[in-house]
């Protein structure tokens, strides 16, 4: 059986016709636009109604933080984030000192980690937790890892953004040229980590990060338009953020020489991880402060990115349809905001996030080669990361 079955079996990837017919009545020149899709109804939800601390106000709803290691509460963790933490500072270090600065840059600035933390946490589920992990599975995190911060790099070129986890982008704080290279760079050493784990390893995550410039693409053939369907979103964040996260979780199963059905188990954990994180992260970009997430909030309206919970929002024909499909200024995207949040869509679409958590845990029910605390501390994950609408 091919290594790459997971994706190339279509578990997550669902190729389309990428190419669109020019619309610009709806989209704005130069834009293409999509293909009608069926007509979203959004499933019957009463705002607040299981998510409390919900205002109905942008900025109302408080974020919790992640707290992998707390959620997952296994033993060696911390130990082995701080062993993993030092190989990624090394993997991005140069001789270059221009190159070790602007290649660090987000490696500084902390974040969740929660990629690598799922590859470590296979190794546990497939090998125990009352010891370390294995070198190894500490290098296919760091090679994960690197593949999001290259990504971070290229995607705040796209996004124009001036900010990330709280410190200057790095093309705000240099240029887009420098991004642009130093995401390449960071890539170029995910790369080289992988083939050290061997060609089908290499395979995969090359593969993936294919994925995640299909999902990419995806999404910017729908920039502006206010027809985008959920079926298109959902292909956009199965490449651009779950096949990541599937990837994180299966590489540290081939690397712990699982059998195929348990490793397909941790790959289908990842994936609806992936999607419920993403799903919970665009109602964040609706509903809470500038200061809570690290970036500006509406962001993803003002780049014509509607995302699930805007696109319940305008099935609803509430009045959002006309104040998007083009740029907005800073008091129209406050309107479009408020109308996004008014009518239960945010419910909506965490209904979908908390359905792609059940999956999630019902993913690893029958894996039964897999250490049964890990697998509890990885549903406590899932939980803690629906929590942070809580």
Same mark, same amino acid.
Not at 213 to 227: P, S
């Given at each position: 059986?091919?290594?790459?079955?997971?994706?190339? $079996? %279509?578990?997550?990837?669902? !190729?389309?016709?990428?190419?669109?017919? +020019?619309?610009?009545?709806?989209?704005?020149?130069? /834009?293409?636009?999509?293909?009608?899709?069926?007509?979203?109804?959004?499933?019957?939800?009463?705002?607040?109604?299981?998510?409390?601390?919900? $205002? %109905?106000?942008?900025?109302? !709803?408080?974020?919790?933080?992640?707290? +992998?290691?707390?959620?997952?509460?296994?033993?060696? /963790?911390?130990?082995?984030?701080?062993?993993l933490e030092q190989r990624l500072r090394g993997a991005v270090d140069h001789d270059d000192p221009f190159l070790a600065e602007v290649g660090s840059h987000l490696v500084g600035a902390g974040g969740k980690r929660i990629r690598p933390t799922l590859t470590l946490c296979a190794g546990y589920a497939a090998l125990g937790s009352d010891r370390p992990v294995s070198d190894d599975v500490v290098t296919g995190g760091v090679a994960c890892e690197l593949v999001h911060l290259g990504s971070l790099h290229h995607d705040d070129v796209i996004d124009e953004a001036e900010t990330r986890r709280g410190v200057p982008s790095v093309n705000a704080r240099w240029s887009n040229i420098v991004a642009i290279l130093s995401g390449d760079f960071l890539l170029a050493r995910a790369s080289s980590l992988a083939s050290s784990l061997?060609?089908?390893?290499?395979?995969?995550?090359?593969?993936?990060?294919?994925?995640?410039?299909?999902?990419?693409?995806?999404?910017?053939?729908?920039?502006?338009?206010?027809?985008?369907?959920?079926?298109?979103?959902?292909?956009?964040?199965?490449?651009k953020t779950a096949s990541l996260f599937a990837t994180s979780c299966r590489i540290g199963g081939m690397v712990s020489d699982v059998d195929e059905p348990t490793l397909d188990a941790l790959t289908r954990y990842g994936q609806h991880l992936g999607l419920c994180f993403q799903i919970v992260d665009d109602c964040l970009d609706l509903t809470a402060s500038d200061e809570a997430l690290g970036k500006p909030a509406g962001q993803d309206l003002v780049e014509g990115i509607y995302t699930l919970p805007v696109i319940y929002a305008l099935a609803d024909q509430g009045g959002l349809g006309d104040l998007l499909g083009g740029p907005l200024d800073a008091d129209r995207r406050d309107r479009a905001r408020k109308l996004a949040i008014s009518n239960g869509a945010v419910d909506a679409a965490l209904a979908v996030a908390r359905d792609h958590a059940k999956k999630a845990g019902e993913a690893l029910a029958g894996a039964d080669a897999l250490d049964a605390e890990v697998t509890s501390g990885l549903r406590r994950l899932v939980d803690d990361l629906v929590a942070r609408q809580s």
């Open positions: 059986m091919t290594p790459f079955y997971w994706l190339r $079996s %279509g578990l997550f990837l669902r !190729r389309r016709n990428l190419s669109r017919e +020019p619309d610009a009545t709806r989209r704005g020149p130069g /834009l293409p636009s999509s293909t009608s899709g069926p007509r979203i109804v959004p499933p019957d939800r009463s705002p607040g109604s299981e998510w409390p601390g919900w $205002s %109905g106000r942008p900025g109302g !709803r408080s974020v919790a933080p992640m707290n +992998p290691v707390e959620a997952l509460s296994i033993a060696p /963790l911390a130990g082995d984030l701080d062993r061997g060609a089908d390893v290499a395979g995969l995550l090359a593969d993936t990060i294919g994925e995640l410039c299909r999902g990419q693409v995806l999404e910017l053939q729908h920039l502006f338009d206010v027809t985008r369907s959920e079926e298109d979103y959902s292909s956009a964040i199965e490449g």
